[in-house]
Structure formats: structure tokens, C-alpha cells
């Protein structure tokens, strides 16, 4: 009796399939270990931190219109109880108001992170910036976005980059001895 036919009858066919198959196999590839994510509510604290340290001599205030502040107060109570998506539709409704409003704009920025929409957070705060002041809180929270959505992505250089403009949104009052 041939070698082939022994060893056919030694096993069960379930066995030798499943022997077979297992022989077939190569092992699942090993993936590289991910980056942990950042958090989006520590992405915008840090955002708005960088906003709070933000002591310049000079801080940019537009003249508060009523209808727009009361969007805002309302988007931020969202925010504020993780209803994202009513705060982005507040704020959107704001900026169809006021579409050219650079605290608008990056007030919407901050909640496009929250929703996880990193494009559309560096196109809005890219906006605020281009139509800003380029000084003062909101200059640092436009940039720190910038920042935040390049750590995020993985662009080490990027961040740094934007972490630099960070510091040049600040203008150091005269020393007046």
C-alpha cells in the first residue's frame, strides 16, 4: 500500500482537511502601533487655553451684535451639554448673518474638532486668521487649531510650525518705568 493511501486511512477527513488547511495559512501581518488619538475636548481646551494666555497689549473686540452673541451663548450651552451638532447648526446660522467673522468662524472651527472634522476645522480657522486680526486671543486660538489638527494628523513639523505662530500673536506692551 502506497505511503499516500496510509496515511489517508490514518486520519479522519475532517481532520486532515482541517490539518491541510491550517498548513495552508500564513500568519496575520503585524501592524505598526497606531498613535493614540488626541481627545477632541483636549484639543479645543488647549485651543481656548491658548486663547486665555493670550495677554497682548493689544485684543482685537468687534462690536458685539445682539442676534449674533445670543448664537453664540446658545452654541456654546450645546457645546457645553456635547451637543455638537445643534452648536454647529447655531453657528451656522450665525455665519450666514455675519459670514466674514473672524470669532465666528473659529468659534465653528472648535466645534468642527469636537465633530471630528479636521478639514473643515483648518479651513474655517485658516479663514479667521486670513480675515483677523493677526494679533491678540483670537489670533492664538487660530493658530493653536492649526496646531492641534497637525498633531493630530501626524505632522510633528507642522505643529511646530504652527505652535511658532502661536508666539507671534503676542505684542509686548512698552516698559514704562
Known sequence: ???VRRFLRAWPLPLLAA????????PAPVEAPKRPALAPAS???????AGE???SVIAVQPLADPGISAWQSAAEADVQAG??????SKLDQALKRSPE?????????????????????????????????KLGPLCARNWETLAQLRREAGDAAGAATAQKWVAKCHVQGVNRY
Open 53 to 55: 494666555r493670550e495677554q
Open 19 to 26: 490539518a491541510l488547511l491550517a498548513a495552508c495559512t500564513t
Open 43 to 49: 484639543m479645543v481646551a488647549a485651543i481656548r487655553a
Open 83 to 88: 451637543h455638537y451638532d445643534a452648536a454647529a
Open 1 to 3: 500500500m502506497s505511503l
Open 101 to 133: 467673522s473672524p470669532d465666528l468662524l473659529q468659534d465653528r472651527a472648535e466645534v468642527a474638532v469636537y465633530q471630528h472634522d479636521y478639514a473643515l476645522a483648518q479651513k474655517l480657522a485658516q479663514q479667521s486668521w486670513t480675515l483677523g486680526p
